[in-house]
């Protein structure tokens, strides 16, 4: 089988030795006589991979016991909604930090349930920085305020974590970490919910994971569906319908090979270094460009033009060639872009830029 280094956005790369233990393990896990996919949910079987993956996540993130963990269909973009039908909890309004694509996307939902108010916004600048807290004008009477850490598309990232009670705010904190959780430690204790899609740093696509506060159990806006209330899945342990089965597997196993690294500090370093060396080419060269702010880039999504965007399809076959795939940017944004997630190995960041040096020394 050929190599590649798959720098997609995500679904994104998985760990090797995952997909290894998941191939040796597809048709009979654990001398079961069953594969993971077609066994029951509410069998001894699945509910030891479950509980097992449950209290991996804790442990790796520090999740505190007045938390629940679920562990859900319907992707991040579904909680774009079931945010604000669980979270508004009697009040009209809620906050929203718009930093890119995805903020826009939560954005437009919510103001099906609520007044939104843009607390912040880096639009002014194509949504190349991240706005510094001490510009941000919260709605005190609001329900919750939301951001998106990291934005996939623009590859834009909040490298600090909002402290609302040095604003002087009380009220719950809400992110959207679909591409950036799990990338390095977290303070659960700081955020009233936190929500990601698995396809990034911790699975395959199908699987949302929701950590929510307790206390923000059990009030919905009128006509919410079952489905869509929280406090079912909470008082079910993700178990009221038939979950994600085969993507909370894998996620499982991606939490045991994130242990065995050396947990989310030791992530944090691998990914702060495999950043710093693509940023740090990109800095020193003309031919290539990066368009977001040094303080905000993300460690995850890279974005870069090249000068001459007339050399893009050429950059892309022959990165291709090279075994470097799924390098194109997002058509809303075009131009390249690198995701470099947990997954990725140092040394596929390390090729891509032997590759870029050698493609602008060739085409200067």
């Known amino acids: 089988m050929k190599h590649i280094y798959n720098f997609s956005a995500g679904p994104a790369v998985l760990p090797a030795e995952v997909l290894q233990q998941a191939r040796d393990e597809m048709v009979d896990w654990h001398g079961s006589g069953m594969s993971v996919m077609e066994m029951s949910h509410r069998g001894k079987e699945f509910m030891s991979i479950a509980a097992k993956t449950e209290a991996d996540l804790r442990e ?8 629940k963990v679920l562990f859900l269909s319907g992707g991040a973009s579904s909680q774009f909604a079931m945010v604000p039908m669980n979270l508004l909890r009697g009040k ?4 929203y930090i718009n930093t890119g694509e995805w903020s826009k996307k939560a954005i437009k939902e919510a103001k099906r349930y609520c007044a939104v108010h843009i607390a912040a916004s880096s639009e002014d600048a194509n949504f190349t920085y991240v706005p510094p807290q001490n510009v941000w004008n919260i709605d005190r009477e609001a329900a919750y305020l939301h951001y998106t850490p ?3 598309i623009g590859g834009v990232e909040f490298n600090w974590t909002p402290d609302l009670a040095h604003l002087g705010v009380e009220m719950p904190l809400v992110a959207d970490m679909s591409s950036s959780f799990m990338s390095r430690p977290l303070d659960v204790a700081r955020f009233g919910m936190i929500y990601a ?3 990034k740093n911790v699975g395959p696509a199908g699987l949302c994971i929701v950590i929510v506060r307790e206390d923000l159990l059990g009030t919905t806006v009128p006509g919410t569906p079952t489905m869509f209330d929280y406090k079912t899945h909470a008082d079910n342990d993700s178990m009221y319908n038939t979950p994600p089965t085969y993507p909370m597997y894998i996620c499982g196993l991606v939490l045991e090979w994130l242990k065995k690294k050396g947990g989310l500090a030791e992530m944090e370093r691998i990914n702060i270094a495999k950043a710093n060396l693509l940023y740090d080419f990109l800095d020193k060269t003309d031919f290539y460009h990066c368009p977001v702010g040094k303080a905000d880039r993300s460690r995850m999504n890279v974005p870069f033009t090249l000068k001459d965007t007339g050399l893009d399809e050429e950059f892309l076959k022959q990165a291709k060639e090279q075994g470097l795939v799924q390098l194109k940017g ?4 075009g131009g390249m872009r690198a995701s470099i997630y947990n997954a990725m190995p140092p040394e596929g960041v390390k090729v891509l830029v032997e590759f870029m040096k050698e493609f ?3 085409h200067a």
């Open 197 to 199: 899609g698995a396809q």
């Open 150 to 152: 990291n934005e996939t």
């Open 360 to 362: 602008a020394r060739t």
């Open 330 to 333: 997002h058509r809303s944004v």
């Open 60 to 67: 790796l993130a520090g999740i505190p016991d007045n938390y």
């Open 92 to 95: 009209k309004s809620a906050n």
